[in-house]
């Protein structure tokens, strides 16, 4: 049982990664763990060694009948129990844990609603997969059943409310630059790992201007969107090839 003391819980200090599993198998894990290791030095917890991460979502997984089907596998860090107040103990003991659900893979295309709610390019959470979520939960729920796009504070396209973003422009493939409040997500580098793309802050008017737009999330993999606030996208045969190179990790 969570201590009611924890600071996760008080206070969503501390970091989680969601991996696919496939056949019994973590995708990705070494990457998301990375990053995970990655957060805990930028937050200042210790970090988890990553044998001892990969047998607990492991574990998790064959103990939870999910193992011949399409899975998601949680892991998460949380800081530790601490006292009232903000300030953590001088040696923190973070609590981990693992939780696996049953994932299907989403069908077809996705619709984006542009939010009013904004992130925040300045704030060091932007940038990790830490347990402070609430804004995207809002972005989503006032979005759904669409996915919700999130521009930061300057107005620039950032990201969907729980994926990467990317567009397509004169046969150009573009992305969000970390610096607009971009989770550095692990689907994200795959993709820029096999074709060139262009990281830039943009303002939203240069999606109205794209030839095609899709998604980045480990659990969706690459997902098309086919309309933005009502405006109808189109296919297109790149959007189509990283889907299928990427089909294997996602």
């Known amino acids: ?53 990969r047998v607990l979502c492991q574990s998790m997984l064959d103990g939870s009948g999910l193992a011949t089907t399409r899975a998601a596998v949680r892991l998460t860090l949380t800081a530790g129990s601490g006292g009232r107040g903000l300030d953590r103990p001088d040696s923190p003991e973070p609590h981990i844990f693992a939780l696996a659900f049953a994932a299907p893979r989403p069908e077809g295309s996705v619709a984006l609603v542009t939010s009013e709610l904004r992130r925040n390019e300045g704030s060091a959470s932007a940038r990790l997969k830490t347990l402070s979520y609430v804004d995207s939960v809002l972005a989503r729920r006032v979005a759904a059943p669409a996915e919700a796009l999130m ?10 409310a729980a994926a990467n973003i990317f567009w397509v422009r004169d046969g150009r493939l573009f992305t969000p630059h970390r610096d607009c409040g971009v989770l550095d997500g692990v689907m994200r580098r795959q993709v820029m790992a096999i074709v060139g793309v262009e990281e830039v802050q943009a303002p939203r008017a240069m999606l109205e201007s794209a030839e095609a737009i899709f998604l980045t999330n480990s659990l969706t993999g690459v997902r098309p ?3 933005l606030d009502g405006v109808r996208m189109r296919g297109h045969r790149l959007v189509e090839e990283l889907a299928e190179a990427l089909a294997a990790v996602s």
């Open 1 to 53: 049982m969570m201590p009611f003391d924890d600071r996760g819980l008080l206070l969503g200090d501390g970091l989680f990664e969601t991996v696919l599993a496939k056949d019994g198998a973590l995708v990705l894990f070494d990457e998301h763990i990375d990053r995970m290791q990655r957060g805990c030095m930028a937050l200042g917890l210790p970090a988890p060694e990553a044998d001892e991460a």
């Open 151 to 160: 521009l930061n504070n300057r107005g620039e396209v950032a990201c969907a």
């Open 225 to 227: 969107v086919h309309r």
